[in-house]
């Protein structure tokens, strides 16, 4: 099975660490780093240039740059553009996602209840990554 | 022979011969030998026949001679000849001489009256060449009437005018030519005693042909008196008009519609004036437009149309010579109806000319454009109405346009940052339930400490997002607010910040006082300067706060000399709840300049950032823009 190796934007350290734990506990994604906004992203990857991730999974509402301006800098940068992004937010209003599909996310997921539900919702990332073929 | 009676015929101018009792010449006088042209005895013995045209004509003389035996005298008229063959035209008298009663001869008087005769012969060519002319003419009907008005001569235009030969109708009474009505009334006995009174009747009427139909008649019947003054009878002369006649019922039907048609036409006020610009005529529509009845108008001046002012110009005088000296004259122009009421007219006047081309008059056209003004009117005023409904409408949108975008605003707001501390009590909670299950103690405090700052952030973002949505229900109370006193009331309200920060806050005003909500105005300022004084790098802040007037036009700037704005997040700023700036390095919810911002549009003004990263901030704002021109924002 493939293991997607992911990069994780949030910039609640108290969800980093749960987080952090879910995606570890199910071995099916390699978290390359985890940053706290789309500037540190952006840091991140330009000091990384030979290891990109196969995927970004952001949350949208962070200080500094958001989910919504991670989506626009990556489409409009030829060297990230092919790299999808994934929005993760509390927020379950159609209207939302809409947005951040229409802007070019490659697919929203919507965060579990509580810190202490992210091995399912891993699990449930990792299926929509291989039904979708979200990774070439 | 008496010698007293023979000096007598001697010297006597006429021709005198006496004859024996069978013809032969006795005697001649002078006169008669240079009337005959033969000597005396040359005459002698020469019977009387040889001075007829016809020297061998005996039977002519005897019986002339007969005839003047018989009755005592005969006198004829006639051709003689002279002895050189000549003629010459005679009145001739044979008178018989009697002795002891029997036929002594016969004596003989000879006139030569060939002058005479030939002034008749003229005449009566002459007369002739009449006739042969009247009874030549072929268009008109020309006989004489006897004094009694009997038909006593017929020429070839009265057989095809009437269809009676002269033989059919010589003789009978002129009356035959009258319908019946006429002679019942009388009429052709009339028309006689009018000729013979005023020497002329003339006529057209209608006649009756010998078939029976009619035909429309010119007739003039002249009464023709001799040299004693007699009346002799009367010349009639008659025209056919029936075809004229056709014409002109063809032209009057016609012009019967016509009239018929202008009088009828209800939208036009269609009449004529005479040259001198009285109304000689007067349709419906007229009398629909101004008002007037046809009696009461025809004989009036045109210009009783018109408003004073134009009396005073002469505009009536001057559109009438238009009209004469270009044909026409065209206008639009306010006209009086008889209540004294104004409509909006188009008014067109034409010169009008008889057929030999005389100027006769004007026909004017009228239109009550009234009407049509008041739709115009009426549909500019729609047009309006719409305009500011639109415009309305345009403005409506505009505010549900912000209301949407509030609300999307606040459904962020409820889904993201409400959400989150309470997912995170939430989590916390459940975990520390998780802990307490398995016995473990340890990080409890931890969680419990985490719950309470996601609880207290939750309160702040309500609070804040209350006092945000409060800036929309209340109206924006405007007041006089000295600019000293606004200041000095921020200045009061961030004593404890701008203390702790060792900032240093200055003011340059050069305003006394402004227009606005004091509250409002003085949380807009509180908010800029705490800003000022949170998003710095050293200890030391320098805030200048400056107030001027450009144009009439209140301009704020809040200046510092901070950390500064990306070019690419000065719209960002504005956002509600949006942080630029992680809550470990700058704490704050994000409401501040979003609450600003509300501030300024409520008191229609704009408000904007200049910044340049790592040297400082300046934020500008202005109020009451829709009062004065708008002011470039540098």
């Known amino acids: 099975m493939k293991t997607y190796k992911i990069i994780v934007v949030e910039n609640d350290e108290d969800e980093q660490f749960f987080m952090k734990e879910g995606f570890d506990s199910t071995g099916l994604f390699e978290i390359i780093t985890m940053v706290k906004s789309g500037d540190e992203l952006f840091e991140w990857l330009e000091a990384n240039m030979d290891s990109q991730p196969d995927l970004i999974l952001s949350d949208l509402n962070m200080p500094g740059k958001n989910g919504y301006d991670i989506i626009d800098e990556m489409k409009a940068s030829p060297v990230y553009a092919a790299i999808p992004v994934v929005i993760t937010s509390t927020s379950s209003t159609p209207t939302i996602i809409a947005k951040c599909l229409t802007r070019g996310a490659a697919d929203y997921v919507v965060k579990p209840e509580t810190f202490i539900e992210y091995v399912p919702y891993v699990q449930g990332l990792y299926q929509r990554i291989t039904d979708k073929k979200l990774v070439k | ?634």
């Open chain 2, 1 to 634: 022979m008496i010698p007293n009676y023979q000096l007598l015929f001697e010297t006597l101018g006429e021709a005198i011969l006496t004859l024996d009792r069978d013809g032969f010449i006795l005697y001649a006088n002078p006169a008669a030998i240079q009337l005959t042209g033969y000597s005396i005895e040359e005459l002698v013995n020469l019977p009387f026949r040889k001075l007829y045209p016809d020297d061998e004509d005996i039977v002519k003389a005897e019986y002339e001679l007969d005839l003047a035996q018989k009755h005592g005298r005969f006198i004829v008229e006639g051709w003689r000849r002279r002895k050189d063959g000549s003629q010459f035209w005679s009145e001739l008298t044979l008178s018989p001489i009697r002795q002891r009663n029997e036929l002594a001869g016969f004596s003989c008087l000879l006139r030569n009256i060939s002058e005479k005769k030939t002034h008749e012969l003229n005449l009566r060519k002459s007369e002739e060449r009449f006739r042969l002319m009247v009874e030549a003419v072929r268009d008109y009907a020309i006989f004489m009437l006897d004094p009694t008005g009997h038909i006593m001569s017929w020429n070839d235009g009265a057989r095809r005018l009437k269809g009676y030969r002269a033989d059919e109708v010589i003789g009978k009474h002129f009356s035959i030519f009258y319908t019946t009505d006429d002679l019942e009334t009388e009429k052709p006995r009339r028309e006689l005693e009018i000729a013979v009174a005023t020497g002329k009747y003339e006529e057209e009427g209608w006649r009756i042909r010998k078939n029976g139909s009619l035909f429309w008649a010119n007739i003039l019947l002249t009464a023709l008196f001799n040299e004693q003054n007699q009346l002799i009878g009367f010349s009639k002369v008659t025209r056919d008009l029936t075809e004229r006649r056709d014409n002109e019922e063809v032209l009057r039907q016609s012009e019967e519609r016509y009239r018929a048609l202008v009088e009828q036409l209800n939208d036009y006020g269609i009449f004529m004036l005479d040259e001198k610009g009285r109304i000689v005529s007067w349709n419906e529509g007229a009398r629909r437009i101004n008002g007037y009845t046809a009696e009461e108008i025809i004989g009036k001046y045109f210009s009783i149309f018109y408003p004073e002012e134009d009396l005073i110009s002469g505009k009536p005088a001057m559109e009438l010579k238009v009209a004469r000296a270009q044909g026409k004259y065209e206008e639009e122009g306010w006209r009086l109806r008889k209540d004294g009421t104004r409509f909006w007219a188009s008014v067109v006047i034409t010169a009008v000319y008889s057929n030999k081309g005389n100027h006769i008059g004007f026909s004017k056209v009228t239109r009550d454009l009234s009407e049509r003004k008041e739709a115009e009117r009426a549909l500019k005023l729609s047009f309006e109405r719409y305009r500011q409904l639109a415009s309305e409408l345009k403005e409506a949108n505009t505010e549900l346009q912000y209301a949407n975008q509030e609300l999307e605003q606040f459904t962020s707001i409820v889904s993201h940052d409400l959400q989150e501390p309470i997912r995170t009590i939430k989590s916390f909670l459940q975990l520390i339930e998780l802990k307490l299950n398995q016995g473990q103690h340890d990080d409890l405090k931890t969680y419990i400490n985490k719950s309470i700052n996601a609880a207290n952030r939750m309160r702040e973002l309500i609070h804040n997002l209350l006092h945000y949505s409060q800036l929309n229900k209340n109206d924006v109370v405007v007041e006089k607010i000295v600019v000293g006193d606004l200041v000095n009331e921020v200045m009061q309200n961030l004593k404890t910040a701008i203390d702790a920060s060792r900032a240093e806050v200055r003011i340059e005003s050069d305003v006394e006082q402004i227009e606005g909500d004091r509250v409002q105005i003085v949380q807009l300022i509180q908010n800029l300067v705490s800003n000022a004084l949170k998003f710095t790098k050293d200890n030391n802040p320098q805030v200048v706060i400056r107030c001027s007037r450009e144009n009439g036009q209140v301009k704020f700037s809040v200046a510092d000399n901070g950390i500064g704005i990306a070019s690419g997040d000065m719209e960002k700023v504005f956002e509600i709840f949006r942080r630029l700036h992680t809550a470990k390095d700058y704490p704050g919810t994000g409401i501040g300049l979003a609450i600003c911002k509300k501030i300024v549009d409520r008191h229609r003004g704009r408000i904007w950032p200049e910044s340049e990263p790592g040297k400082g901030t300046t934020f500008y704002f202005t109020l009451n823009e829709d009062e004065t021109t708008s002011l470039p924002r540098k």
